[in-house]
């Protein structure tokens, strides 16, 4: 079982909560369990927001709930200052099927399973500067169910998996190091980028969780110096319902 729910990223209601929702599920889909159920955690400011809007964020939620094939089986509401909105999610795999964080081995493979730019797009969408096609692109990638996963407990190549969220590829990818016991290089240019979020990332957009995550992380992380500053911005960049990341034999 798991929990995750956190405040709006996006304005449209309906949307909030289906990348809400889609990040939730993607914590079972990791594992490479299949999601049973969900309850949601929904807080809201009911003297100040609409309470359309709360029914808005719920059936964007249960949207998603849908498409994953499992029932929002009732939740938890309560006052709150901010709106915030999540699932509890429970799944099942047999023990000897979960995959972890910490079996990655020499000479494997990165895999990401999305593009990164989620949290640069979303903060330039607070800006009011993002077009219609980059709020699409957004939407698009957040709201991709991470179901692979599920296939991917029974490839026995694939050591390792995790989604990456708010710690960024390169957090993500540093507990798998950590928890393995090895090290890892990127190559950035194979490293796929939501191409809305490209041209911002090189004008110093971005959530200030870029500069949190590399301040806290940043020592065990060598970068070559050929790299054009947005490259670090992006592999720091706090992701909403980001993608999976495999490390998997060579001949997976």
């Not at 405040?7 to 299949?34: E, H, L, T």
């Not at 099927?97 to 730019?117: C, E, M, T, W, Y």
């Not at 796929?192 to 969780?209: I, K, S, Y």
Request: hydrophobic share 45%; glycine share 12%; net charge negative.
């Amino acid at each position: 079982a798991t929990t995750d729910f956190f405040m709006p990223i996006v304005d449209d209601a309906y949307d909030f909560g289906r990348i809400a929702a889609a990040n939730a599920i993607s914590d079972i889909y990791a594992m490479g369990a299949s999601p049973a159920l969900a309850l949601a955690i929904v807080g809201m400011p009911i003297n100040t927001l609409p309470l359309g809007e709360v029914r808005r964020i719920m059936a964007g939620g249960a949207a998603v709930c849908h498409e994953a094939g499992i029932p929002l089986a009732g939740g938890h509401s309560i006052d709150a200052p901010e709106p915030i909105y999540g699932l509890a999610v429970m799944g099942s795999i047999h023990p000897d099927r979960v995959k972890r964080n910490a079996s990655a081995r020499p000479g494997d493979l990165l895999i990401l399973g999305k593009p990164l730019g989620v949290g640069i797009l979303s903060a330039v969408l607070k800006k009011g500067l993002l077009d219609a096609a980059g709020y699409e692109a957004l939407l698009d990638t957040t709201t991709q169910l991470n179901r692979p996963g599920i296939a991917f407990a029974g490839w026995p190549g694939v050591h390792a998996m995790t989604d990456v969220t708010g710690f960024g590829l390169l957090g993500h990818l540093l507990e798998i190091c950590r928890a393995s016991g090895v090290a890892a290089r990127v190559d950035f240019a194979t490293v796929p980028v939501l191409a809305a979020a490209l041209d911002f990332a090189r004008e110093g957009h971005g959530p200030g969780a870029i500069e949190r995550n590399w301040g806290s992380y940043g020592t065990e992380v060598t970068l070559d110096p050929a790299l054009p500053a947005y490259a670090q911005r992006l592999l720091c960049d706090a992701q909403t319902s980001g993608g999976l990341l495999l490390a998997c034999a060579v001949e997976t």
